[in-house]
């Protein structure tokens, strides 16, 4: 029987360490622990990860600091804002007296001023260029002004042109050298024509707000006194389609990313974002106003929106959802007219009938200046455990909180109560009635009168 013989393995097994992976580069580097990311070694990972989350929530509420700064100047209530598109630290702001100014936002401090108009300051846009901006106004007339790179203004207008009536809003074509206005009618301007080479009516009450799209350049909306939203397509001869509302719109937004999405401030405390594809219902309703809403302005991301209202309050909502993710106001602040976000999504302008123009950050714990590599890393981890936990009870609670002045409060729990009166009011009806006499409608169909083509 032959008999095997097995060789033994004398080779020598030994500990290899990568350097990189322990030494510092330099000795104001933070020495590198070993980690082992085996996943039962570490039980108690998720609670850790809550912890840190938590306090991440509560850092943010306590480092909440929107308000920088009050752009102090205007003698009238705030009339109109405008940002030039290939600016970023200038904006135009104009009052009730006629006029207007440029602020510097990285000195916080008015470059220069000019009285434009005689009375009020209507609208006002940047033409496309950045090299001018135009208004109208209370006396009939559009101006074109010059305005350089360094922020000097013209004290006299490059062009005006009379008009048998009053403009009520202006805006600038994104691409072309056109500009459109509206009153009585919608006028189309071309290059240097003295007379508008399309106009547009679409019954008989006048247009009070105009913006043109800023993907699908040709197409622009209208709001209208008699309570109705109507798009154009400038190069046909007629309108696109009316939508009648039951209250108001006060402004229009289109989204900067998506072409076929704008959001409507309406009358009725609430903002309703609409697909021009399906104007039968709208798209989104965003709630949380409990006055009128005077302005909206998407930022550069088009993932968020700001609006202003009535009830003296600057609220910021994410596109997509119904109600909003932050609210901003102060002591002083009366009722905002106007609302702007910077081109480069840090800033939030309000203009309101104190005369004053505020400057907010878009996110209201976001630290300004600098980051260090460390500082960004932090930053980005904890944003990502505030997503992560978001929807646990406490976590959402505290990031939920806002502490609002009495007025917001009283008023809107007396709003609640009214709206949940009135759907006890409708499901009683509904069950002592006919089937089918009552029917079901929808909260984002029930502003909608009317839709014509």
Not at 83 to 90: G, M, N, Q, V
Not at 118 to 140: E, I, K, P, T, Y
Not at 172 to 183: A, I, L
Request: net charge positive; aromatic share 10%.
């Amino acid at each position: 029987m032959a008999t095997v013989v097995r060789k033994k393995d004398f080779s020598l097994k030994v500990l290899s360490r990568n350097p990189e992976n322990y030494r510092r580069e330099t000795k104001l580097d933070i020495h590198k622990a070993p980690q082992n990311p085996e996943s039962y070694l570490h039980p108690f990972a998720i609670e850790r990860e809550y912890q840190r989350a938590l306090n991440a929530t509560k850092l943010e509420r306590v480092f909440a600091k929107p308000f920088l700064c009050g752009l102090e100047g205007h003698r009238d209530n705030i009339e109109c804002l405008a940002k030039f598109p290939t600016r970023l630290s200038h904006v135009l702001s104009a009052a009730s007296d006629g006029e207007i100014r440029l602020w510097d936002l990285s000195t916080k401090k008015c470059i220069s001023n000019v009285v434009a108009h005689d009375g009020l300051v209507r609208g006002m846009c940047a033409h496309r260029s950045g090299n001018f901006f135009l208004s109208c106004g209370q006396d009939a007339n559009v101006k074109f002004w010059a305005c350089s790179e360094e922020g000097h203004v013209t004290q006299e207008p490059v062009r005006t042109i009379l008009n048998k009536h009053v403009y009520q809003s202006i805006d600038h074509h994104e691409k072309d050298d056109t500009f459109v206005t509206c009153g009585q009618s919608l006028d189309v301007w071309a290059g240097d024509r003295a007379q508008p080479y399309q106009s547009y009516t679409w019954g008989l009450d006048s247009m009070h707000y105009v913006k043109f799209n800023r993907i699908e350049t040709h197409l622009l909306a209208v709001a209208a006194d008699d309570r109705s939203i109507m798009l154009y397509d400038i190069r046909g001869g007629a309108g696109v389609q009316k939508l009648v509302m039951r209250m108001k719109t006060n402004a229009i937004s289109w989204n900067p990313m998506q072409a076929y999405i704008f959001t409507a401030a309406c009358d009725d405390y609430n903002l309703y974002t609409y697909d021009i594809r399906n104007l039968a219902m709208a798209a989104n309703k965003h709630e949380d106003h409990i006055a009128a809403v005077m302005d909206v302005d998407y930022a550069p991301t088009g993932k968020e929106f700001a609006t202003a209202g009535y009830d003296r309050a600057v609220r910021i909502f994410n596109a997509v959802e119904g109600h909003s993710r932050d609210v901003y106001t102060t002591k002083r602040m009366q009722r905002v007219n106007h609302i702007l976000w910077s081109m480069d999504n840090k800033y939030i302008l309000s203009g309101s009938d104190e005369m004053n123009v505020r400057l907010w950050k878009s996110k209201a714990a976001e630290k300004l200046g600098v980051l260090k590599p460390r500082e960004k890393t932090a930053f980005n981890t904890a944003e990502t455990l505030k997503r992560t936990f978001k929807d646990h009870p406490e976590i959402k609670r505290i990031s939920r909180h806002r502490h609002l002045p009495k007025l917001i409060f009283s008023q809107r729990k007396e709003l609640r109560e009214i709206k949940e009166a009135q759907k006890r009011k409708e499901s009683n009806r509904r069950f002592h009635s006919k089937p089918g006499a009552v029917p079901f409608q929808p909260e984002r169909k029930k502003q909608i009168v009317e839709l014509k083509d």
